[in-house]
């Protein structure tokens, strides 16, 4: 089976608009690009890491235009949500109800989809709680840790998380035992760490967040299941120069014809 893994994709900001394209444009660009292969049928399950909207208030605009999308994605696959520190608590609130299909973690959760057993916690800004909600969601074991938290050797330009030195970064102590794979958001420039016998593997973010992440490649994670789990990279491809496909606003139906 094939799981499709994205993360923070902080729809409604960018720090760098383009020529042709607005703020919001370019997210839900990456957004459509990121999920294409789930659109397409090609994989079994969607997992998003956090940081989903950049507010936990996002404005309205910015939370129809997802539910759309999330709607139609939930309508071919599962797919399962977390909360990051972007999203806060409030990522329920901002997110369609009642989507068969559609999974929004609450605080921290066991979750089984699509076959797969998930032990999913939102973003916590302290790495104690954090090991405490994680062994409850691990439950009596799980395929896959769902986190939104720097791990200790995370790292992003100039900078170098440990456990220990930011209340929030986690180590190994609190990660639940048994557990060998942690799809994890937060960290926007793409990477992956061994922790223990785990390894944390973060998609980054999907379009760029601030001038930081100048020339960091975007894109998703695609898993693979099959005798043994493995995981790749997939890059986005580069904005369009010519900007976002526009919507027309059709007066006469036989207008239509001129299209
Ligand atoms: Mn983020």
Redesign the pocket.
């Known amino acids: 089976m094939k799981i499709l893994h994205l993360?923070?994709t902080?729809i409604g900001r960018s720090a760098k608009p383009q020529p042709g394209w607005s703020v919001e444009e370019i997210h839900l660009w990456a957004w459509d690009q990121a999920v294409a292969p789930a659109m397409r049928g090609e994989v079994d399950l969607v997992l998003h890491t956090?940081?989903v909207f950049d507010r936990s208030r996002p404005p309205a605009a910015a939370m129809a235009a997802l539910a759309l999308r999330l709607r139609e994605l939930a309508r071919r696959v599962p797919v399962v949500v977390l909360g990051?520190?972007?999203d806060r608590a409030r990522l329920h609130r901002s997110l369609p109800m009642g989507v068969p299909n559609l999974y929004v973690v609450r605080g921290a959760q066991h979750l089984r989809v699509a076959g797969v057993r998930l032990a999913c916690v939102n973003y916590l800004r302290c790495a104690q709680a954090w090991g405490l909600a994680a062994t409850q969601a691990w439950g009596g074991g799980a395929d896959f840790v769902l986190a939104?938290q720097a791990f200790d050797g995370a790292r992003v330009p100039g900078f170098s998380f440990k456990a220990g030195r930011q209340r929030d970064t986690v180590g190994e102590a609190q990660l639940p035992v048994g557990a060998k794979w942690v799809l994890c958001?937060?960290i926007?420039p793409r990477q992956s760490l061994s922790l223990g016998a785990a390894q944390v593997v973060h998609p980054g973010?999907t379009a760029m967040?601030s001038m930081a992440e100048e020339g960091q490649a975007k894109g998703t994670v695609m898993w693979s299941l099959e005798r043994e789990i493995t995981w790749a990279y997939q890059d986005l491809p580069p904005l369009p120069a010519a900007g976002p496909p526009k919507l027309r606003v059709v007066e006469r139906p036989r207008q239509l014809a001129l299209i």
Do not use: A, L, Q, V
């Open positions: 993360s923070d902080h956090g940081d990051g520190n972007h939104h958001g937060h926007h973010s967040t």
